[in-house]
Nanobody, 129 residues
Framework: DVQLQASGGGLVQAGESLRLSCAISGLTKEDYTIGWFRQAPGKEREGVGC????????SYVDSMKGRFSISNDNANYTVYLQMASLKPEDTAVYYCAVDRTLEFSGYLPLCESGRMDWWGKGTQVTVSS
């Protein structure tokens, strides 16, 4: 049974940084995609970015490029979302998810919420002004 546990959320001030973690268990495949998504109050869920299971390639939603960085620790089956220069509009519940497939557009892993097969419960990030 595949399980994902996101953690690391909290209350920070604008301009600060935060790193979220996603611990993955029960997944025996070698090639898959891990994504980060977020949902702000009253808004639809939106993508942040994805990384391949080997940690070689990442793709980001255009609006997330520059301040957000995804990496993984294969040895510990953990994926990270490093967020810098946080803004109040980054306030949201952040989710990690896994797509059991690994497909690319060029060198960019495909990263759409509709492709994800398993989801974690999310971790709240609140950025105060």
């Amino acid at each position: 049974d595949v399980q994902l546990q996101a953690s690391g959320g909290g209350l920070v001030q604008a301009g600060e940084s935060l790193r979220l973690s996603c611990a993955i268990s029960g997944l025996t495949k070698e090639d898959y995609t891990i994504g980060w998504f977020r949902q702000a109050p009253g808004k639809e869920r939106e993508g942040v970015g994805c990384i391949d299971s080997h940690g070689d390639y990442t793709s980001y939603v255009d609006s997330m490029k520059g301040r957000f960085s995804i990496s993984n620790d294969n040895a510990n089956y953990t994926v990270y979302l490093q967020m810098a220069s946080l803004k109040p509009e980054d306030t949201a519940v952040y989710y990690c998810a896994v797509d059991r497939t690994l497909e690319f557009s060029g060198y960019l892993p495909l990263c759409e919420s509709g492709r994800m097969d398993w989801w974690g419960k999310g971790t709240q990030v609140t950025v105060s002004s």
